[in-house]
């Protein structure tokens, strides 16, 4: 397996005692589309402000066992002060990804995604265009998984089959939608099978989408959650505080991040952990919440969490 030069210093500074927490095999395995990857993954929304830094970043996530990238060519983005929604994209995310980590080992998926574009969501005649930049970008003839991102649409037929042609044609491996409700996810796979959904998801956060999660399940789809720890911080980043979130964290030793990483996995063997940031103890400790496994008391408090 290839690996790219690591600061093995600052890694084995990190958790140089615990090399076992480190692993996000401790999350069990997915399936998703053609390859397993560990359940824990990394995103690359909030990499910070520094590409040099990224890079070193990205290598170390590696490093330590992660084999699912999440990234996008609006990547990486950062919250206007003031907005839960709005961001700003400072659009290096995959040249960093490729920077750090080409050639890349053959046990990593890297998954990105399409259709938000700096004038609104892109029409289907301009997703190929997309898709090929991220090729680019990327420095790959062919993507592992390509998610549709909509927004405002009631129905993804005509852009998800552009995609699905995308396919065909051998430039995408897998299709999964993104910010999509259920009738999405149907007129979706009338046209080409989905293997992952992405919807807002975390404690006391998204829990409209508890069926959309319990139907991927059903149908052997992944679902990948976003905001998972920055909640209702949404764009603006960090970590939701919560007081029962707080509690469970102490009584755990754990951080509160590390708990809703893994309330989120006690969701389901189908859903996968995408935590993204920019600092590298950050990083360790995100990965090490494959380790914890909260009691059903536990789940208990958190499922009972008002949700927005």
């Known amino acids: 397996m290839h690996r790219t030069d690591v600061n093995t210093d600052l890694v084995s500074t990190l958790a140089s ?44 996530a590696v490093a ?11 990547y990486p983005s950062v919250g206007r002060a003031g907005e839960q929604h709005g961001f700003d994209s400072l659009e290096w995310a995959n040249d960093a990804v490729r920077r750090a980590l080409s050639p890349y080992s053959g046990e990593l ?11 609104g969501l892109a029409r289907p005649d301009q997703l190929r265009a997309l898709v090929e930049h991220d090729l680019r970008q990327l420095g790959l003839e062919t993507l592992d998984l390509v998610y549709l991102r909509q927004t405002g649409l009631d129905s993804v ?25 259920l009738e999405h996810l149907a007129q979706a796979q009338e046209i080409a099978p989905v293997v992952a959904v992405q919807n807002r998801y975390g404690v006391g956060f998204g829990r409209v989408n508890d069926t959309m999660l319990e139907t991927c399940g059903a149908q052997g789809i992944a679902f990948v ?10 764009e603006q980043g ?21 708990i809703r990483i893994a309330w989120t996995l006690a969701k389901g063997p189908h859903v996968l952990a995408i935590p993204g940031t920019g600092n590298p103890i950050h990083l360790a400790e995100n990965i090490a919440a494959g380790r914890i496994h909260l009691t059903p008391a536990d789940l208990a408090t958190l499922d009972a969490i008002p949700s927005d």
């Open 17 to 60: 005692d615990e090399a076992e927490r480190k692993s996000p095999n401790e999350a069990g395995v997915w399936r998703l589309g053609g390859q397993a990857v560990n359940r824990i993954g990394f995103g690359t929304k909030r990499l910070g402000s520094s590409p040099e830094q990224a890079i070193e970043l990205l290598r170390q």
């Open 64 to 74: 330590l066992g992660v084999d699912h990238l999440d990234t996008a060519g609006f």
């Open 109 to 119: 998926t890297i998954a990105t995604k399409v259709g938000p574009t700096e004038h």
């Open 157 to 181: 037929a005509e852009h998800y089959g552009v995609l699905a042609e995308l396919q065909t044609a051998g430039l995408i491996k897998h299709l999964g939608l993104s910010n999509v409700r």
């Open 225 to 234: 959650p976003f905001f998972a720890v920055t909640a209702t911080g949404r």
């Open 238 to 258: 960090g970590v939701a505080h919560s007081d029962p979130v707080a509690t469970i964290a102490r009584a755990h030793d754990a951080t509160p991040a590390q």
